[in-house]
């Protein structure tokens, strides 16, 4: 069975700051998808990454793959209140078997205060 | 944009009851999932289903849970005698390629009372 570990669980900062969340397997992903979550609501896509040492940004988001294809992080620069929310990163891993499930951090819940 | 969207929002349902989760996959998409979200833990994955078929299940989805694709658009998740421990979140999510970026639904909320 293969597991993600996300980090940060919480993390509460001041608007202006900025921060870095971290998602780590032991296994190698085939890819990596950060989403968004609100209460109530489904997991919003924000960004795939698939090549190892692959950087994308999204506006004041950076995501980043590990050289390795087992770990991943996303950087928000210069956070903002509505950025507040849950975080969830979730990844395919490479197997014979697999059909694209996804395994799922544990989620890092934002709160950015004003 | 294409959207997957769930039917209902919310189910409260009778513990030993059967209830249906419907999903409208985005429309050229061939991989469909269905993934659960008990409050406050993480989203875990129940099944998927490509071509007529289930191709991989979890351990969650026992002989109570079935799925189907019962016409060319919708794709249902049946628990046929729900228990307590069934209430959670449930999320559709379907994708173009095996592997492929997954796009979920709004979720349906079922609580079994």
């Known amino acids: 069975t293969q597991l993600l570990e996300q980090s940060p669980q919480f993390l509460s900062i001041q608007e202006g700051e900025n921060l870095t969340v971290y998602c780590n397997s032991s296994?190698?992903?085939?890819?990596l998808q950060w989403y968004r979550q609100e209460p109530g609501e489904g997991p919003v896509l924000l960004v795939t990454?698939?090549?190892?040492?692959e950087v994308k940004k999204l506006k004041r988001l950076t995501f980043q793959f590990g050289d390795a294809r087992k770990d991943s992080s996303l950087h928000i620069t210069a956070a903002q209140t509505g950025d507040t929310g849950l975080y969830l990163c979730a990844a395919s891993f490479r197997s014979g078997t697999s059909y694209g499930k996804l395994t799922f951090g544990q989620g890092t819940i934002l709160t950015v205060h004003p | 944009e294409p959207e997957v969207t769930q039917t209902p929002s919310h189910q409260v349902t009778q513990m030993g009851q059967e209830v249906i989760l419907r999903c409208v996959p985005i429309?050229?998409?061939?991989?469909f999932y269905w993934y659960r979200q008990i409050l406050g833990q993480k989203v875990e994955f129940l099944v998927s289903?490509?071509?007529?078929?289930?191709?991989?299940k979890s351990e969650i989805f026992d002989d109570q849970f079935s799925v189907e694709r019962p016409d060319g658009s919708n794709f249902t998740l049946k628990i046929r005698s729900t228990k307590l421990e069934d209430s959670a979140m449930y999320f559709c999510?379907?994708?173009?390629?095996?592997?492929?970026?997954?796009?979920f639904g709004q979720g349906t909320r079922l609580t079994v009372v």
């Open positions: 999510a379907s994708t173009r390629v095996v592997a492929g970026v997954a796009f």
């Open positions: 429309s050229n998409h061939l991989y």
């Open positions: 289903f490509y071509n007529n078929e289930i191709s991989e």
């Open positions: 296994s190698v992903f085939s890819s």
């Open positions: 990454v698939v090549t190892g040492g």
